[in-house]
């Protein structure tokens, strides 16, 4: 009986056991099977993470191949506007329309009426039209010196945004020094990169066979005759601008490379142009100094340049400026005391000036000059200050 009861035992030790066991197997099978997902999860992922490994590279590489081909457009616009002022220029294709304006000048030079088209050498420019202002700015070397970057930073700084989307400011290159070309062209390029994109900003030069041969001086010493062909040229100089700047908005504006303009002065001129209840205006000045901060309506600039090349080689421009008045405006038997009232109707002046003069090295080699306006107003460490004319011989 007890051997009875052991085996009983032993057998039920042995049941336990083994269902232990199976229990135990059963476990470790389901363990292995969740390894062998949980592996099979890992494998997966790890599958994932390449693929998307794969396209992060090749979206990298597209990213680049577009960036490498922007930086390429972008630097063979900038080559584009550096090599055209090479020797060899390119001229404007056989197709390119020619404006009309331009044709004047057939009429009165000889020399360009064999020449089939006139036009300027257009180096930087997207030719823009259809603007409410067009500002000339005429710029010849001046040895060591220049003005123009602190100008045009001047002119430009003190728009708003719209007022550069209704204007474009226009630098004329007369000068044929080669050297003098590649230096406007790589500072405009460097430091008004933006407006010129947008239009706003052109550069143009004048072509040599603009001028006349012999510009006729006819002074009887050196140095007089030196100074009289810089006063001829610059007559030619601004006409030619004048011409090129014509078609493109409804008034000029004649400034100077040596010139800071007043706060704000876009503004003052578009609404003091408004705000004028006569359109019989012959032009407004907005600086006293000879030819600088003259507003011309655009239809009326052929005219004028007619008349400035008829005598060309006799005054200063900012002197046939009043020359052309008494002949257009005074009427035959009209006594002067009548033409002076009308003046001060049709030839209109803003006050304060606008525009300050600060080119002390002229233009005209190996002469200073220290004009200022008599009454200009800008701010400066937010004071008002009034800068006084001085005259330094």
């Known amino acids: 009986m007890r051997t009875r009861h052991v085996n009983l035992l032993i057998a039920l030790v042995a049941f336990v056991l083994f269902s232990f066991s199976c229990f135990c197997i059963s476990r470790m099978t389901q ?3 969740q390894l062998i997902n949980c592996r099979n999860h890992i ?5 994932n993470i390449l693929r998307l490994k794969n396209k992060t590279e090749r979206n990298h590489q597209e990213l680049i191949k577009a960036l490498n081909k922007m930086k390429f457009e972008v630097a063979d616009r900038e080559n584009v506007s550096v090599n055209s002022v ?4 390119n001229a404007l294709g056989k197709n390119e329309i020619v404006p009309n304006a331009f044709e004047v000048l057939k009429f009165l030079f000889p020399h360009l009426r064999k020449v089939d088209r006139i036009y300027p050498d257009v180096i930087i420019g997207k030719e823009k ?11 010849v070397s001046r040895g060591n010196h220049s003005y123009l970057k602190q100008t045009l930073t001047s002119l430009i700084s003190r728009m708003t945004l719209s007022e550069e989307k209704d204007s474009v400011v226009i630098v004329c290159i007369a000068d044929s020094n080669e050297d003098y070309l590649k230096s406007v062209v790589g500072m405009i390029t460097k430091k008004f990169k933006r407006q010129l994109m947008s239009g706003s900003l052109e550069v143009i030069s004048i072509p040599a066979y603009f001028y006349p041969h012999m510009l006729h001086a006819r002074q009887s010493t050196e140095a007089s005759q030196k100074l009289e ?3 001829i040229k610059q007559v030619l100089d601004f006409c030619f601008l004048m011409l090129y700047a014509q078609p493109k908005a409804r008034y000029y504006l004649q400034l ?3 010139i800071i303009a007043n706060k704000m002065y876009f503004t003052k001129i578009a609404d003091f142009v408004h705000n004028i209840t006569s359109n019989n205006w012959f032009y407004i000045e ?3 100094l000879g030819f600088i901060g003259k507003l011309f309506k655009s239809e009326d600039l052929i005219d004028f340049v007619r008349f400035f090349l008829m005598f060309y080689k006799d005054k200063p421009i900012d002197l046939l400026l009043g020359d052309i008045f008494q002949v257009k405006m005074c009427n035959p038997g009209e006594t002067l005391e009548k033409c002076i009232e009308r003046n001060k109707h049709i030839r209109i002046r803003y006050k304060p000036s606008l525009f300050q003069h600060v080119g002390i090295q002229s233009s005209f080699p190996g002469r200073e000059q220290y004009f200022k306006v008599s009454f200009f107003y ?5 004071k008002l200050i009034l800068i006084r004319r001085s005259v330094i011989s």
């Open 129 to 139: 039209t259809g603007v409410s202002f067009a500002l000339g700015i005429s710029t």
């Open 378 to 382: 800008y701010r400066n460490m937010k």
């Open 256 to 258: 100077e490379d040596d």
């Open 86 to 89: 090479k020797k060899n220029m």
């Open 286 to 288: 907005f600086s006293i």
């Open 229 to 231: 062909s810089w006063r």
């Open 43 to 47: 494998l997966e992922f790890k599958e």
């Open 31 to 33: 363990t292995s099977n």
